[in-house]
């Protein structure tokens, strides 16, 4: 059976191994083959990429990376999707050895057998945000991607400082990439048909803004730089400072203004206030 899934061989296989798409999970699964090949279109994915796919589900969006890519690699957490996803593989006349199925959490997978070159998934809502960075942190062959999200994440992870959807998750990402808007997808193309809107966040990596010490102090900045958005710097810093007036020279000696807030803030920004910080 050649071709990409749609929704009535979705439901036949969700019957079939007695799945329930659950909220708990993120499962809302895609059953538009177009809208998997534009997907795939957006990350620019090309033949000679090994693929990563988080939370494959049934396998609507592997199947169209396995029309391009030479390998995809999916990490599922649910050990039925895990275990048919290589028989859908296989039905579909694509190679089974062209894809390596991780049955673990996302969260807390540390390695891969094979080393991804582009990151293509529908990521659940509730973990979408920290499994991102979380990836672009850990594999850096990663050179680029393109996640679906709900919108108000994309509105975040693609936001530019002034803007009401800037804050934590958009200065984060940019340690490790560019981050851009690849448009918007329609509530119809899931099943079950979920009651947010989703859009596409590409990213384009670059090479890490510093090491890792000095990741971590400067994550701590902008968490604490943006757990009180309306704050000014020095106040909003002056646990981590020790105090208000620390905050305050730390922030001048920076080159930034103390009475500004964590929104009106780049990255480089960010390192400058945390080069001041000792943890």
């Known amino acids: 059976m050649a071709g990409l899934l749609g929704a009535a061989e979705i439901r036949e ?4 191994i007695g799945l329930h798409p659950t909220k ?4 809302n699964f895609v059953v538009d083959a177009n809208t998997c090949r534009r997907i795939v279109k957006s990350a620019d994915v090309q033949p000679d990429d090994v693929a990563l ?3 494959p589900g049934i396998g609507s969006l592997t199947l169209a990376l396995l029309e391009i890519a030479r390998e995809v690699v999916v990490v599922e957490i649910d050990e039925r999707l895990a275990t048919e996803l290589p028989n ?3 039905r579909h006349e694509f190679e089974p050895s ?3 199925v991780i049955t673990e959490d996302a969260m807390v997978v540390n390695s891969l057998p094979i080393a991804p070159t582009v990151l293509v998934a529908n990521l659940p809502y509730n973990i979408s945000v920290p499994v991102l960075l979380r990836f672009m942190e850990k594999f850096p062959t990663l050179r680029s991607g393109v996640v679906m999200v709900q919108s108000e994440v994309a509105d975040r992870l693609a936001a530019n400082p002034g803007s009401k959807s800037y804050g934590s998750p958009s200065v984060k990402a940019t340690w490790w990439a560019d981050m851009s808007s690849a448009g918007s997808v329609g509530r119809s193309i899931f099943w079950p048909v979920p009651n947010v809107d989703s859009s596409l966040v590409r990213f384009v990596r670059h090479e890490p803004a510093g090491d890792e010490a000095l990741r971590l102090k400067t994550f701590a900045v902008i968490d604490a730089a943006f757990a009180q958005r309306r704050k000014m710097l020095r106040s909003a810093l002056s646990e981590l400072f020790g105090g208000s007036t620390p905050a305050s020279d730390a922030i001048s000696a920076a080159g930034v203004d103390p009475t ?5 803030l780049l990255l480089p920004d960010f390192i400058k206030i945390a080069s001041q910080l000792s943890l």
Not at 260 to 264: I, L
């Open 53 to 55: 796919e988080i939370g």
């Open 98 to 100: 062209r894809l390596t």
């Open 88 to 90: 859908t593989v296989a």
């Open 260 to 264: 500004s807030r964590g929104e009106a």
């Open 13 to 16: 296989i969700a019957a079939r």
């Open 24 to 27: 708990k999970l993120g499962q």
